[in-house]
Structure formats: C-alpha cells, structure tokens
C-alpha cells in the first residue's frame, strides 16, 4: 500500500490503555482508534526501505487480515446468516416452481424432491450457523474483556 504507515504518537494516557488491554491477538490499528481518544492526523512522507524485503508473505497478510476482520467485527457471520435466509427464498420459489411443474407433468422424477431438500436443509443450517455466530461472538467480546468504557480524565 502506497504511502501507508502503521507509526502513531501516542499520549501516555492513551498508550496505558492500549497496554492495559489483555486481548492476545490485538488490532493496534483499530484498537488505538477504538479506545476514543482525541485524534489528528501529521502528514509524512514515508520513506521507501533502504535495505531488505518485507517477511509477511500474501499468506501471513490473508491470515493477518482474517484475524483483524474478526476481531473488529461480527461482519462474517451476519454474512453466513444473510445468505442462509437468500437460499431459504430461493429454495421456496424453487419449490414452488416445481410443484407447478409436477401439477403440469413436467417434472423429473425425483429430481425436485432432493433438490429441494438439499436447498431447504443447507439454508436452515445456514440461518443455524449464523445464530450459533452470534452467541459465539458475545461470548469472545466478553473473553477479550475490553472495557465498557474508558475514563479519559478524573474530577
């Protein structure tokens, strides 16, 4: 990425949080600016590497980027669950169409019956996997133990 850094200046205070954080796998770019404080941006140049390669490879980064998805957001799994309720919509019209065909004469024979219940059963287990997410994700939320709120100053 062109022009991009990963320095910040820290104040003490907004560096003791960060450090107070007991997340194991901690986003220092979304965490610094999850904790609230008053920010602004310092334009730099960032200078091109004078010596050496970067060691992460596309797979670290892929992994990297994963893991920071995941831990910022339950994006995912609403995903999961979204596309568990588009097949269930497309499995009902599906049906329905095919019973229009069978009262026709059209149909195949058997053809309808598990194509319907592969997509029937695939979306709710979808839609279930999505809902199991969510309880998955409060559940990590609270593991990872952030605070419900930071105290900037004191009276």
Do not use: H
């Not at 310092?42 to 992460?56: C, D, L, N, Q």
């Not at 319907?116 to 199991?132: A, D, P, T, Y």
Request: glycine residues 6%.
């Amino acid at each position: 990425m062109m022009n991009a850094s990963d320095f910040k200046l820290l104040d003490r205070k907004v560096m003791l949080v960060l450090l107070n954080m007991k997340e194991k796998n901690s986003f220092f770019r979304a965490l610094s600016s999850w904790v609230g404080f008053k920010t602004t941006q310092i334009p730099f140049r960032v200078a091109e590497r004078e010596a050496g390669e970067s060691k992460w490879s596309t797979k670290s980064l892929i992994k990297y980027a994963i893991l920071n998805i995941t831990s910022f957001s339950s994006a995912p799994m609403q995903i999961v669950t979204i596309c568990g309720f588009i097949m269930l919509l497309i499995s009902v019209i599906f049906g329905i169409n095919s019973i229009v065909q069978y009262v026709n004469g059209t149909a195949l024979g058997g053809f309808t019956t598990v194509i319907l219940l592969q997509l029937f059963s695939s979306s709710i287990i979808m839609i279930c996997l999505g809902i199991i997410g969510y309880y998955i994700a409060q559940i990590y939320d609270e593991i990872k133990g952030r605070p419900k709120f930071i105290v900037s100053e004191e009276c």
